[in-house]
């Protein structure tokens, strides 16, 4: 498990031992909506897409909001799905749930397992499995959509749900965006979204305002050398040297150029060079992820990369100056602080104490950023998803418990799925509260 602070720690340990929290006013309405969510989170579970393919899981998504009674715009930004549902006067609320899987083959053991492989965008045979819990967002965003279309004595506004593509890798949500969904529908006054937490025991509502996720750029490099043959270095200009030292000169940039308070992330993720042993490579490409939580240490990132990768160039004797590509900018994720307390005041107030909680910030990163980003005030809450007893084991004998995207990663479906819907469904009541009643003459 990842560490956590201790004062965290022993208000999980006594969340997951505690059995005296009073059930909320939402529980019997998340129960009853329960069953039919389950059935689609098996089904999504199961027939898993990648992302930009996700056409069968637009159409379920698609299939369900209709059988609502919500007025349903398929194809947006690609696959994407939106569904608007009016209720009187008041505000637009936009609540986003992902539709992709990953190119991980499955080894839960589950009883409904992904057995799906397919082509990828490169023409690869890949396994595909929902390693992430979109299927299970869908499958409460869905549960929530039922109960808000059941209860409209409840609320009033408009509710604008959002089945947006290709989270995984970012993409999606720009590409519903330059589709006019900020234009062609309801600009929302708030952006709402749940996303579950391999490090919290099941159930467990987390909330931060503030930033939560990173900035990410991706970084590829090419170092230049003059290849030649292996017994005669000395006619060469070894790039695989080069990109060695490059490797862990990058390392002291969040070592000794960043602030134990600055949260950085400088990761080499991937290196490619050479044919065979005898050979010394014309070239070699580094691939990084770069991570922050502000834009200023974001930039002084970039720039440390770009200096240091060019000296040891020149330090090695580089017959060119190395090829830096900065892409995949995605923008670090930030809980609106007024819109954070709002909701999660009326998280306490209706879960209590023991089930909400402020959680810290993390280096992943997400395009739901992209919404806050073209000026729609954001919320993520994150919805632990480990089965209690495993969570207390771990915590016990430090096991590590599988992370999103390991091909082991199964939530705790019930408490995590309930969870959610309560969680979506109290802050779309906070945020669009019904008329008020006339005072009595």
């Not at 159409?59 to 696959?79: N, P």
């Not at 979109?134 to 929530?144: K, P, V, Y």
């Not at 600009?187 to 930033?211: E, T, W």
């Not at 490059?246 to 602030?259: C, D, G, K, P, Y």
């Amino acid at each position: 498990m990842k560490p956590i602070s201790r004062a965290l720690l022993a208000l999980l340990l006594v969340a997951t031992r505690s059995q005296a929290e009073p059930a909320s006013a939402v529980s019997a309405e998340v129960d009853a909506a329960y069953p039919a969510s389950e059935t689609l989170y098996f089904d999504l579970h199961r027939h898993p897409e990648l992302s930009r393919h996700e056409q069968q899981t637009a159409a379920k998504l698609a299939a369900e909001l209709r059988a609502l009674g919500y007025t349903v715009t398929t194809g947006v930004g690609g696959t994407g799905v939106v569904g608007i549902l009016k209720n009187g006067d008041g505000p637009v609320v936009m609540l986003r749930t992902e539709l992709d899987a990953l190119p991980v083959e499955e080894k839960t053991g589950l009883t409904f397992a992904s057995t799906v492989r397919t082509k990828d965008d490169n023409g690869a045979d890949v396994a595909v499995m929902h390693a992430c819990g979109h299927d299970l967002h869908m499958a409460s965003w869905i549960g929530t959509a039922r109960i808000m279309a059941d209860s409209r004595a409840r609320w009033r506004g408009t509710l604008m749900l959002i089945g947006q593509p290709a989270e995984e890798g970012g993409g999606g949500a720009v590409a519903m965006l330059a589709d006019g969904l900020f234009t062609r529908f309801p600009r929302p006054a708030y952006a709402l979204a749940v996303h579950d937490d391999a490090r919290y025991p099941a159930g467990l509502i987390g909330f931060h305002a503030g930033p939560i996720l990173s900035h990410i750029n991706t970084v590829k490099i090419t170092i230049f050398g003059r290849g030649g043959h292996g017994a005669r270095p000395e006619s060469t200009v070894d790039p695989i040297v080069i990109a060695s030292r490059t490797v862990l000169a990058l390392q002291t940039i969040v070592s000794r150029e960043m602030s134990p308070f600055d949260p950085a992330v400088v990761t080499v993720g991937s290196i490619h060079g050479g044919t065979k042993a005898n050979i010394i490579p014309g070239e070699v490409v580094l691939e990084l992820s770069v991570r922050s939580l502000s834009e200023d240490v974001r930039k002084h990132l970039l720039s440390s990369i770009d200096r240091i990768t060019k000296a040891e160039a020149v330090a090695g004797g580089a017959p060119r100056e190395p090829l830096i590509e900065i892409s995949s900018v995605g923008y670090a994720l930030v809980n609106e602080p007024a819109l954070t307390q709002r909701v999660s005041t009326a998280l306490l107030r209706e879960l209590g104490a023991l089930r909400v909680v402020d959680i810290p910030p993390e280096m992943a990163s997400e395009d739901f950023s992209q919404y806050q980003h073209a000026g729609v005030p954001t919320l993520m809450l994150r919805i632990g998803a480990v089965e209690q007893l495993k969570y207390e084991a771990a915590l016990k004998g430090g096991e590590t418990l599988p992370s999103l995207h390991s091909a082991l990663f199964a939530p705790d479906r019930g408490p995590t799925m309930k969870a959610a819907i309560s969680a979506e469904v109290i802050a779309l009541r906070e945020l669009m509260p019904p008329a008020a009643e006339p005072a009595p003459r």
